[in-house]
């Protein structure tokens, strides 16, 4: 079975400083990892995919991510928080024969003007 | 292309009628998942279709939901009767491969009252 822990339901951070979203995994194969971003009554959109190629993976909005398999972790940066990256991020993985994406509970991030 | 579609985007329904939840996947997607988003619990996989075909349904809270995908381009979720703890967002999601990651649609927000 895989499952995603992700560390602090809620994060706030001013606007310019530094977004840290913690995601940590457990796979027995190798995982294929995303982050997706959900804005207030909309779908999720996927921000960055990890698939076996390089660790350090970068997505849409100046979101970027690692894969440290050694420390079984996926975690989500970005440089300098904007407004508009207000709104609730999951993690998910999933690899192998299982088809099954399977999600984090989600961490809302807030932005401080 | 136009993404995943579904449609309500809202419904609000009375304990015991027939809801019908509709979506239209991206072409030449052949994997499509029914998801659930509750505060509760979270995002819960539903169901899987791969070419057209359920293959994991176990996720199926009760006889009561019922899911079809006649065809490539469409697929219902059915509940009948609905009780007011089915309340939640439905989402939709298509994928031609776990290692690209699914394409969600924006969401059927039920409330059974």
């Known amino acids: 079975a895989q499952s995603v822990t992700q560390l602090g339901s809620h994060v706030s951070v001013s606007e310019g400083a530094l977004v840290l979203l913690r995601c940590n995994y457990s796979?027995?194969?190798?995982?294929?990892l995303f982050w997706y971003v959900q804005y207030p009554n909309q779908g999720l959109q996927l921000l960055l995919k990890y698939t076996s190629a390089a660790t350090l993976v970068k997505g849409i909005n100046g979101f970027e991510a690692e894969f440290k398999k050694s420390e079984t972790s996926f975690h989500l940066t970005k440089p300098s928080a904007h407004m508009r990256d207000a709104a609730e991020y999951f993690c998910a993985v999933t690899g192998g024969s299982n088809y099954k994406l399977t999600f984090g509970k989600g961490t809302l991030l807030t932005v401080n003007p | 292309d136009a993404g995943v579609i579904q449609s309500p985007r809202h419904e609000v329904t009375e304990m015991g009628q027939e809801v019908t939840l509709r979506c239209k996947p991206i072409s030449g997607h052949n994997s499509l998942f029914w998801y659930r988003q509750t505060m509760m619990r979270g995002l819960e996989l539903l169901i899987y279709f791969n070419n057209n075909v359920p293959i994991d349904d176990s996720g199926m809270p009760e006889d009561r939901f019922s899911a079809k995908m006649p065809n490539a381009s469409f697929s219902t979720l059915k509940i009948q009767p609905s009780e007011p703890r089915d309340s939640a967002v439905y989402f939709c999601a298509s994928s031609f491969g776990q290692r690209y990651g699914y394409t969600f649609g924006s969401g059927t927000r039920l409330t059974v009252v």
């Open positions: 796979s027995s194969v190798p995982p294929y």
